[in-house]
């Protein structure tokens, strides 16, 4: 009789501390999840509103310039409109000294170019590709290899050579800079004997 007693508080003890844990968990669950919400669920702001704002703003700006021209109109004095200023950029050329000459692929015949090309971007592209001339060079001839006499016939044989030029060079200079930036391939002279 006295093991049953001391089994009783054993048994309380060991379920109430079952209890206290799949509580305290469920509390941690809640406010984790809580949580979350607050910081990553919500309803977020109706983008609607912020649209209309702007709609007002711009007809409010509209109406006033209306306005003024009217005004201006009965006054007959001309109004001055500001001109919106058009950011244009620069386009920077590299000609490559020397001609490049290869064989076409398949044929007897052999292509000789001379090269330039061209960007919009800032001076260090241009500086890139001085910088690393030879082996972009190396790349340009292994591009205009690969090339045959059918290939480069015509506008668009040599616009197509131009543009897997220009996709070599990009490659090379994001290889050896991590950026390319030339945007076109100028021929200098296209001599096909």
Known sequence: MADEENNEPKKKGAILRILIFVVAGLVLIGAGLGGGYILFGGSQPDPSDEIESIIEKKMAEADAERQAEEEAALNNEK???ET?????FVTTYFEFPGDFT???RESRKFLQVGLGVSTQYDDE????VEDHQLAL???ILN????FS???IQGKQGREALARALADGVNAKLMQLEDFGGIE???FTSFVLQ
């Open 149 to 151: 006499e059918e290939d």
């Open 184 to 186: 076109e391939v100028h």
């Open 143 to 146: 591009v205009m290899s690969e």
């Open 84 to 88: 919106p200023e058009i950011e244009t």
């Open 79 to 81: 109004v001055v409109k």
């Open 125 to 128: 592209v241009i500086s890139n």
């Open 137 to 139: 060079r190396s790349e």
């Open 102 to 104: 290869t064989n076409l």
